[in-house]
């Protein structure tokens, strides 16, 4: 147990310098590039002057260690700052739009493992034969296609030509928000709030997009659960289940899978960052009002302190997760302790 | 999958009943609110909005360039042309209960002018100071005698705002940094929901002076991008689209008789921008030779499926004084013309003229692109020509084109106000003309300008116009491409769609059978 | 992982970067026999790569239409036989623009790759080799990439940087290199505690010698197959930056604009602007991935597996 709480301390130490270079990797490269938040404000008819004084106003004359040094203080401080476009705290769209990519990231997440384990535990059991090769060759089929193309693919098809499923954002136009608004998992919400027709339409527009994440990123689990129950299946105790006449499906769903779930467990917090992309470009082809979104918008604007808010908040989810992920496999396996 | 989504339409349709006996109409935009401060914003939909919540001293009449009383019932020109005195209308409140009184309209214009704001210049290079002659009478006195000021005063940076609601040194961006938390005006309509980027819910003023509108509630939907605008129309879960839709789906749309369709005749205009004080433009046979190579039919049909008009002059279409003189003088795709410029400039196949045509990809809508590959196209159709693409964020762009990194760029133009000096001293006047990135400079075009800008009489105006126009396509400071056409959709049990050449869409104009 | 516990063979000494080469290319002949289905998979993925790199060297002779054409044909035809692959909205063939886009997509992510590597090897052999507080410092930096969604890192490199064909290239690159590093640095670290290594040391080989002849070669086989699959997602990141308008201007034929840009016409019933360059851009990131996994399985044998 000492060893376990020494590694999960210099674990979590090792996470504040992690984060720092990010942090400091993205705010060098927003200073660097071209067109700044003043003139992406305003038009072509400011006069200079106009500019400048705006600018001064927002500090962005002082030198760069100067804003830099003051950036890092308020973080610090867990200040994300001001927008530098819109007259609002970093933390407030942040705040509204985080649930909505938590929101279609789980839900992805839980399709993922829904298509990827089963699958992955049939081929693992039907090792070497067709439907083995079949359906690895569909993780990796699956795994290459671009995740927005599979978002086209499946609006064109259920969207356009079945016409049974929404495209776009996360709730229908006679659906107003502000009747169940409370965590922002609409969810959630609207189950708590008791609106049984809100939360249909809601769990329409999550089914797509959700969908296409999970798709796409089910190959990795294919091909993990199917690994690693082929590493259980050898084991003893699973000769002996057979031994004692156990059906081989409770032999290979019940006992195996329990004991490949694990790794698989840790898998997925290995995968969320690449949930986390594969995210972002489903919000662009759904309409998702989330954080991916605003990341572009916001790029497009040069809204310093928001683009950099919103990569603080993408690189703690990332390192909290690898740092769960980290702890519980520090719990189960001692070995990596030492 | 079916049954359930017959009980879940059931549902919402239940729900819907439920919602307000008072008939509401949903409609679909793919653009954005910026701020909600007059004295700031400065773009098309905004505006939009203002036109709706706020009113102006005058205004124009819906669907028609011809301008009517507002908060001011009569307004009086002295015979110098320099000062304007308005009667305001009485017992009119905003709708926080404060009256609205000479003194507001005074706040209103000084904040204007103090705030600085992006549209601040439609007050400052016009008005000079405001006085209260008493608590309904309003005097402004101009900086110079102003043939058009009417038109400018109805322009949104002149809607009166209430002073006990608006803080004097702030812009405002959401209505919850109003006192009371809503936004306050004096016009058909109040919002009562703001989500930005999402959804804003406007109900009808009670303490509007004017007409109460049919339609009780209108929810603005904002939608990321023009295709599920479309099918949003289409799967019936909006009543009414309003920019901007992409050219194939106005042309499927239009075709459909299940919608009704408007188009109207709008005053936006494309055109391409030269920097003519240091680059490689600075030879106006060049720019005549691009000019001249521009082939507006084939632009129009291969990019926007026929759906907008040819443009031969920076004064639009229909507008006074017009003058097709880019048609007469230059015409569409004139390869020999171009040649022979490019080669007393010196240039030829074997020695080609390059530069890069810039574009901005997304500020103008998705078209945008395939109207720079296309242009590109024409543009080569000499020899002597070779172009290479670039492109830059709306952000960057504006940058460039201050720092004079573009030598020639595409460019897109909505009116202000209503005439044809908005749409050429804007470029070629000196100052104008700096803020566009053109910098072009010519004293007996300023002088010219001033002359039309400071005479009432219409003969004078059009003779400067008609002037301005044919020197246009010998110095070329830019080339107009195509002017728009704006595509409104509706249900059919939608009416009332009145949107003129002003583009003001007026939602107390709306009704629902 | 290679295993470095290899005798010598007698087909080359290991202690040299052709005797590297030539083991490789003796498992690769020996492979054949042994393994079935991998080697057909590898033989799929090198089939598809090959044509693709055939496609992008010679875009003139195959493709019948100009690219930049745009009076190929008809307005948004949907296919036919003279256009296989249907016109698009500026009346260009797609088939045509497919395969000049092959040259793209392909000059793009092997030149990030070749890019991420050359930076990447020497810092990792570097780190692994020299340890200490340059390695602490330098597996922390790139720890922190790696473990970043590398897409959102290339998204703001390419909106700082601009369209362009280098500025795609470098910001695709930027975030392979810790990928490199990592393995190569891993393999370092085992390879350094290997008897021979020592031995050498004991005898004062420098260090560039150590590096250079023993530990280089032995992690040639490793890199080869990340290598691969390094290309198939520089592939998918540069599409997806292509899609969200990060990408190149306009006027080079590219997968992933196409695709952006053929969206908009999907409710029209133009299903063929889009359907082309997401196969294309599939297949050919599937063509990799095989490849690279084909090769780990000749390669890096798990025998437990079979």
């Known amino acids: 147990m000492k060893n376990l709480l020494r590694y999960a301390l210099t674990r979590i130490l090792l996470t504040i310098p992690m984060l720092w270079i990010l942090l400091t990797l993205v705010f060098v490269v927003l200073r660097i590039m071209p067109g700044d938040p003043v003139s992406a404000m305003l038009g072509g008819h400011a006069p200079e002057r106009v500019i400048e004084q705006k600018k001064e106003e927002l500090g962005l004359n002082r030198p760069i260690l100067a804003q830099y040094l003051d950036y890092l203080g308020d973080l610090a401080r867990l200040d994300l700052g001001n927008s530098m476009i819109y007259n609002q705290k970093v933390s407030q769209p ?78 229908g136009p006679r659906v107003f928000v502000k009747d169940f608004q409370n ?82 467990l840790t898998m ?27 990341l572009l918008e916001r790029i497009y604007l040069r809204d310093y302190p928001t ?18 992920v980290d702890l519980i496999y520090a719990l189960i396996d001692p070995r990596v302790r030492y | ?21 008072g008939k509401t109409i949903v409609f679909g935009t793919t653009d954005k609110m910026t701020n909600l401060d007059p004295a700031e914003a400065y773009d098309f939909h905004t505006w939009e909005i203002f036109y709706n919540v706020y009113n102006g001293l005058l205004n124009y009449a819906p669907g028609t360039t011809q301008i009517v009383p507002g908060m001011a019932e009569s307004y009086s020109v002295n015979p110098a042309g320099d000062e304007f005195t308005f009667k305001l209308r009485r017992g009119v409140k905003f709708t926080d209960g404060s009256p609205f009184n000479a003194q507001a309209v005074k706040w209103s214009i000084d904040r204007g002018m103090a705030l600085k704001g992006q549209p601040s210049w439609l007050i400052t290079d016009f008005v000079d100071s405001v006085s209260v002659v008493d608590d309904y009478t309003v005097k402004f006195k101009l900086k110079f005698p102003c043939a058009y000021f009417h038109t400018v005063v109805a322009t949104p940076p002149y809607y009166p705002i209430s002073p006990n609601i608006y803080p004097a040194d702030k812009i405002i961006w959401d209505p919850a940094e109003m006192a009371g938390g809503q936004l306050v005006g004096l016009g058909a309509y109040k919002m009562t929901s703001f989500k930005r980027d999402e959804e804003v819910i406007l109900e009808t003023n009670p303490s509007y002076w004017g007409k109460k509108p049919a339609i009780d509630r209108v929810v603005i939907r904002y939608f990321a991008d023009a295709t599920t605008l479309r099918l949003a129309l289409e799967k019936g879960e909006i009543d009414l689209t309003y920019r901007t839709l992409n050219p194939s789906d106005i042309k499927d749309l239009a075709a459909n008789k299940k919608y009704t369709t408007y188009k109207l ?38 990019v926007y499926l026929g759906q907008n008009s040819p443009l031969y002059s920076m004064v639009p279409n229909g507008m006074i004084y017009h003058s097709d003189d880019f048609k007469t003088v230059m015409g569409d795709g004139n390869v020999a013309l171009a040649d022979k410029l490019l080669a007393q400039a010196g240039f030829s196949a074997a020695k080609p003229f390059e530069f890069d045509l810039w574009y901005t990809p997304s500020h103008y809508g998705d078209p945008e692109v395939n109207m720079a590959e296309v242009l590109k196209v024409q543009l080569e159709k000499s020899k002597a020509i070779k172009v290479t693409l670039q492109s830059a964020e709306w952000a960057a762009y504006k940058e460039k084109w201050k720092h004079k990194e573009m030598p020639v760029f595409f460019l897109g133009w909505y009116p202000d106000y209503i005439d044809p000096d908005n749409y050429t001293a804007a470029f070629a006047g000196t100052s104008g003309s700096a803020g566009m990135g053109i910098y072009f400079s010519n004293p007996d075009w300023d002088a010219l300008f001033v002359k ?27 080339a107009p491409i195509w002017q728009g056409d704006l595509y409104v959709f509706t249900k059919p049990s939608v009416k009332g769609v009145k949107i003129g050449p002003t583009l003001q869409f007026l939602y107390s104009e709306l009704s629902m059978q | 992982m290679a295993s470095p516990m290899a005798p010598p063979t007698a087909a080359g000494s290991r202690f040299s970067v052709a005797g590297g080469l030539a083991r490789l290319l003796a498992r690769f002949g020996a492979a054949h026999k042994k393994y079935g289905v991998e080697w057909w998979i590898l033989i799929a993925g090198a089939v598809v790569i090959l044509f693709a790199i055939f496609m992008a060297s010679f875009p003139a002779t195959l493709a019948r239409y100009d690219p930049l054409d745009q009076e190929a044909g ?124 020592e031995a050498a040391r004991a005898i004062g080989a420098p260090r560039r010698t150590i590096l250079g002849r023993y530990i280089f070669p032995n992690v040639i086989a490793t890199v080869v197959v990340v290598f691969s699959l390094n290309i198939a997602d520089a592939i998918m990141t540069e599409a997806a930056l292509s899609y969200i308008g990060l990408g190149l201007p306009a006027g080079i034929p590219d997968w992933g604009m196409d695709l952006s840009m053929g969206k908009k016409f999907l409710p029209s019933g133009v299903w063929w602007m889009i359907t082309f360059p997401g196969a294309m851009i599939s297949l050919l990131a599937l063509g990799f991935t095989m490849l690279g996994e084909g090769l780990s399985e000749i390669l890096n044998p798990r025998l437990l597996e079979k």
């Open chain 2, 265 to 302: 005749p709008g005053p936006q205009i494309r055109y391409l921008c030269f920097e003519t004080s240091e680059s490689v433009f600075q030879n106006k046979l060049l720019r005549r030779a691009v000019a001249a190579l521009i082939n507006r039919p084939d632009i129009i049909q291969k």
């Open chain 1, 183 to 264: 965590t922002g998992f609409y969810l959630l919400d609207t189950l708590l709030a008791g609106q049984w027709a809100s939360f249909a339409d809601v769990a329409l527009h999550l089914l797509l997009p959700s969908l296409t994440l999970g798709i796409v990123l089910s190959g990795i689990f294919i091909r993990l659960t199917r690994a690693n129950m082929l590493d259980t299946l050898k084991a003893d105790y699973v000769l002996a289940a057979r031994a004692r006449g156990i059906p081989e499906r409770r032999v290979v769903y019940g006992h195996a899978l329990k004991n490949a779930f694990i790794p698989v």
């Open chain 3, 74 to 197: 008809p307005q948004m035809a949907a296919p036919s036989r003279a256009h296989p692959m249907g016109t698009d909205n500026l009346s260009r063939d797609v088939l045509s623009r497919m395969i000049h886009g092959s040259r793209t997509i392909l000059g793009v992510a092997f030149a990030a790759a070749i890019l991420s590597s050359l930076i990447g090897i020497p810092l990792g052999l570097l780190s692994g080799f020299a340890g200490g507080p340059l390695d602490r410092v330098l597996s922390l930096i790139m720890d922190s990439i790696y473990s970043f969604p590398g897409l959102i890192l290339a998204i703001a490199f390419a909106a700082m940087l601009g369209p362009g064909v280098v500025n795609i290239t470098l910001s695709v690159a930027v975030i392979y290199i810790p990928t490199y590093f990592r393995l190569v640095r891993g393999q370092t670290l085992s390879i350094k505690e290997e008897l021979y290594v």
């Open chain 1, 94 to 171: 942040l705040l509204e739009k985080l649930p909505a990519t938590l929101e279609l990231t789980m839900v992805g997440m839980a399709f993922t493992m829904l298509i990827g384990i089963p699958l992955g535990a049939y081929a693992a059991s039907r090792r070497r034969t067709g439907r083995d090769f079949g359906i690895r060759l569909f993780g990796n089929v699956a795994y290459c296609i671009p995740v927005f193309w599979m978002g086209l693919m499946l609006q064109l098809v259920f969207g356009i030509w079945l016409d049974l499923l929404p495209i776009a954002g996360r709730t």
């Open chain 1, 268 to 294: 997925l917090g290995l995968q969320f960052a690449a949930l986390l992309a594969g995210a972002i470009l489903t919000e662009t082809t759904f309409s998702w009002p989330g954080m991916g979104r605003l």
């Open chain 2, 1 to 21: 999958m079916k049954r359930a989504l017959l009980i879940l339409a059931l549902a919402i349709l239940a729900a819907g009943a439920v919602f307000g006996a």
């Open chain 2, 452 to 478: 039309e800008q400071s005479n009432a009489d219409p003969k004078v105006r059009e003779s400067v116009f008609k002037e301005i126009q044919k020197r246009w396509t010998d110095e070329v400071p830019t």
């Open chain 1, 307 to 324: 683009i950099q808010g919103v990569i603080v908040v993408f690189a703690f989810f990332v390192s909290l997760v690898s740092l769960a």
